[in-house]
């Protein structure tokens, strides 16, 4: 058990200071405040042979779990304990709108593959217990219509990421979900090997308490001090590494073409690293120039699924962009010859070939890189030029020399491995009662609602074994244990 400093506070039971909404129960009106003493630590919810699920976290996994939890199991009491503010990441996420999921892909595998991690392991049952369909349905059901962009996303008709927290909030209070904000749960460990003991701290005084609880789900997304408990309470870490982040190119004529969209190249990342043998990444895609280097989804998804050998190579190598994927090499050499004999006395910057479908800046840039002048005659550029510039537009280097560094990181690769959870539960393998959902855990998705939909999945599985659990255990003390 965790020892107290001289003059902390020590709070007996399941007691809950000032909330950010919630019914009190008697469990949670416990509220007596004491100096450290040795007398046995008793609850409320012991004494009412209630139970507790505490869940670590007020995110959306964590939040949506405690709403599962508390509708197959009404009578259990359901805690919530958030650092800062709730479900701040739903607030900020999709600019604003919230990509709540993602209406492209309703089977299981087809889902799974936009994990770079978790895409074996979340294949099966995970996305069939609760896929993008039933969060869809869940929302609509409580008043929150979505809608589905062309492009797969999900978000809310209002445009408004209000709308979600709004509803999980106002859905928390209705089902008498605690909520406390502004406290730290900074330990978790075990008594008698069967309940557990959270060391609750609050920044700003010289506060502590201690809760027991029946169940703990963490759900506390890339947070440190989650991944320090859940190494505390028995599991491994795989170093958390960013994911989602835009690339730093170094060119000094790129920011030229800061703005310009291209809608369909194909990159190819290929990396620098002491390690032999790195995969390269190829994705298709859209790609935007930004003022000091590439973004847009196609960067964003090579960020993804290169996430730990671009940590590993320090953020550091090559990144090969065909800007005309649907044409072959040869033929884009055709096209610029056939260009060159038929405009050959107009000026190089002021022509190209539409089939290309370029903007001007960038054909400008092209020329720029290669070298010629942007007043040139197309018939004064040499054969060797423009296999060049055929080379180039089919495969651009571009030097990669760091990543976004802005707060544009938008996820975090690592942390509880899958192997060490249940899947169908969300239970750990090593404690039984503990529970792991959304990024805490080694899954992540590329950008388009998928890290989302994670968070709702593993909270929904959690949440409804925990209520399983809880709605067969009427009497504490009496535990009938599932097998
Ligand atoms: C800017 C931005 C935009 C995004 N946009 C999208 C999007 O549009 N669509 C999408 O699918 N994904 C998006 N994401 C990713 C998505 O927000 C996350 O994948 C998702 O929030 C993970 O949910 P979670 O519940 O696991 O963790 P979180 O949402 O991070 O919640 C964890 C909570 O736990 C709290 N906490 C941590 N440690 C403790 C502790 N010891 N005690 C108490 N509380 C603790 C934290 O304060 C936090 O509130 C975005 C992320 C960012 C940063």
Same mark, same amino acid.
């Given at each position: ?25 008697? @469990? ?15 609850? @409320? ?90 969060? /869809? ?60 003991? +959270? ?74 690293? /002491? ?26 998804? +090579? ?7 671009? &940590? ?44 290309? #479908?370029?903007?001007?800046? &960038?054909?400008?840039?092209? +020329? ?12 004064? /550029? ?43 539960? @969300? ?18 998705? /590329? ?30 003390? #009496? ?5």
């Amino acid at each position: 058990m965790t020892s107290l400093g001289l003059g902390s506070v020590l709070h007996f039971g399941n007691s809950i200071g000032a909330s950010y909404f919630g019914r009190s129960s008697s @469990m949670l009106l416990c509220h007596r405040r004491k100096r450290f003493s040795s007398s046995p630590l008793i609850t @409320m919810a012991q004494q009412a042979n209630e139970q507790l699920l505490v869940v670590v976290g007020g995110g959306a996994s964590g939040v949506y779990a405690s709403l599962r939890a508390k509708f197959i199991a009404p009578h259990l009491n359901v805690l919530v304990i958030e650092k800062g503010k709730p479900l701040a990441k739903v607030k900020i996420s999709g600019g604003g709108r919230c990509n709540v999921t993602n209406g492209l892909f309703f089977d299981s595998a087809g889902l799974a593959d936009n994990y770079p991690r978790g895409n074996r392991e979340l294949r099966g049952s995970f996305f069939n217990i609760h896929g993008p369909k039933d969060t /869809i349905r869940w929302f609509s059901d409580r008043g929150v219509e979505l809608k589905t962009e062309e492009d797969g996303r999900v978000f809310p008709v209002s445009n408004s990421s209000a709308s979600i927290v709004d509803c999980l909030l106002s859905e928390a209070k209705s089902r008498g979900v605690v909520l406390q904000i502004g406290k730290t749960v900074s330990d978790v460990s075990l008594i008698d090997g069967e309940q557990f003991l +959270l060391k609750v701290e609050k920044r700003t005084m010289n506060f502590v308490e201690y809760i027991k609880a029946d169940y703990v789900l963490m759900a506390t997304g890339s947070s440190q001090q989650g991944y320090k408990i859940a190494a505390q309470l028995g599991h491994s870490i795989i170093d958390p590494v960013p994911s989602l982040f835009t690339f730093k190119i170094e060119d000094t004529q790129l920011p030229s073409l800061s703005g310009v969209t291209f809608p369909r190249v194909k990159a190819k990342l290929k990396l620098k690293s /002491i390690q032999k043998n790195l995969p390269e990444y190829t994705q298709v895609g859209p790609m935007l120039v930004t003022h000091w280097g590439l973004s847009g989804p196609v960067i964003l998804r +090579l960020s993804a699924w290169g996430a730990r050998e671009l &940590f590993l190579s320090n953020y550091t190598g090559i990144l090969l962009v065909d800007f005309v994927p649907d044409i072959h090499l040869e033929d884009v050499k055709y096209i610029l010859c056939q260009h060159k004999d038929q405009l050959a006395k107009t000026k190089a910057c002021n022509s190209f070939p539409t089939k290309f #479908n370029l903007v001007k800046r &960038f054909w400008r840039y092209l +020329l720029e890189r290669e070298g010629l002048d942007a007043d040139i005659l197309w018939a004064s /550029i040499s054969n060797n030029h423009l296999n060049s510039i055929a080379l180039l537009l089919k495969q651009c280097p571009f030097g990669i020399a760091g990543k976004g560094q802005f707060k544009d990181e938008f996820v975090t690769a690592g942390g509880v491995p899958l192997s060490e959870v249940s899947i169908n539960t @969300m239970e750990s393998k090593m404690r039984p009662n503990l529970f792991f959902a959304g990024e805490i855990l080694n899954v992540d998705g /590329i950008t388009g609602g998928f890290n989302f939909q994670n968070a709702w999945s593993g909270g929904y599985i959690a949440g409804t074994r925990i209520g399983e659990l809880a709605s067969r255990q009427p009497v504490k003390g #009496n535990s009938v244990k599932e097998t």
